[in-house]
């Protein structure tokens, strides 16, 4: 199984950045996928959430309503859209895919992607 993702870059405060994530290996259509994300020095954190069939989707607090989830099952491809972006959105992001959700809700993925390179400039 391989999680690739693509679309990281350098960009200003305020710009919008889409990062993609396709999977290989297995098909996730019936599977959780989300994002976290890792700022330099920092623990990786969960960013979003979303089920098999986009009727569950989750934001961590300091995201949500910047950053927009979605998935395409037919490309095996989990999206995310995040506008009116900060520095503190500085991190490397990682697709997530598989595994289950537990307490709050938590989730906790099955299979992890290599991540990509996110930098707001100020």
């Known amino acids: 199984v391989q999680l690739v993702e693509s679309g990281g870059g350098l960009v200003q405060a305020g710009d919008s950045l889409s990062i993609s994530c396709a999977a290989s290996?297995?098909?996730?259509?019936?599977?959780?996928m989300g994002w976290f994300r890792q700022a330099p020095g920092k623990e990786r954190e969960f960013v979003a959430f979303?089920?098999?069939?986009?009727?569950?989707?989750y934001y961590a607090d300091s995201v949500k309503g910047r950053f927009t989830i979605s998935r395409d099952n037919a490309k095996n491809t989990v999206y995310l859209q995040m506008n009116s972006l900060k520095p503190a959105d500085t991190a490397d992001y990682y697709c997530a895919a598989g595994g289950r959700l537990i307490g709050g809700p938590i989730y906790r993925p099955d299979y992890w992607g290599q991540g990509t390179q996110v930098t707001v400039s100020s």
């Open positions: 979303i089920s098999w069939d986009a009727l569950s989707i």
């Open positions: 290996g297995r098909t996730f259509s019936s599977d959780f």
